[in-house]
Nanobody, 121 residues
Framework: QVQLVESGGGLVQAGGSLRLICAASGSFFSINTMGWYHQAPGKQRELVAVITSDGMTNEADAVKGRFTISRDNAKHTVYLQMHGLKPGDTAVYYC???????????????WGQGTQVTVSS
């Protein structure tokens, strides 16, 4: 079974940095877009940043210049480097990937279990 396993969340003071890591495991044919979303209490899940299999990226306006998404296709891993963290960045961060389990099956959406990021003022 395909799984996305996240790590790297935690508690940090405002202005600090964290690096989130998400690795896909299991058996699959290919991984297309990978990305990060966050969800604050009482709010909807929102896109933070995405990266295509050939490295094109898109970040939410709120994090541009502070967060950088990257991936290692050989390791099936996506990273989110976060600098200049603000209390407003506090949320559960979820890894997402569009994965094709087999060559003859369309791609599906997969989600990680989420990792808490808390930024104190």
């Amino acid at each position: 079974q395909v799984q996305l396993v996240e790590s790297g969340g935690g508690l940090v003071q405002a202005g600090g940095s964290l690096r989130l890591i998400c690795a896909a495991s299991g058996s699959f044919f290919s991984i297309n877009t990978m990305g990060w979303y966050h969800q604050a209490p009482g709010k909807q899940r929102e896109l933070v940043a995405v990266i295509t299999s050939d490295g094109m990226t898109n970040e939410a306006d709120a994090v541009k210049g502070r967060f950088t998404i990257s991936r290692d296709n050989a390791k099936h891993t996506v990273y989110l480097q976060m600098h200049g963290l603000k209390p407003g960045d506090t949320a559960v961060y979820y890894c997402h990937a569009k994965i094709r389990p087999h060559w003859y099956i369309r791609e599906y959406d997969y989600w990680g279990q989420g990792t808490q990021v808390t930024v104190s003022s």
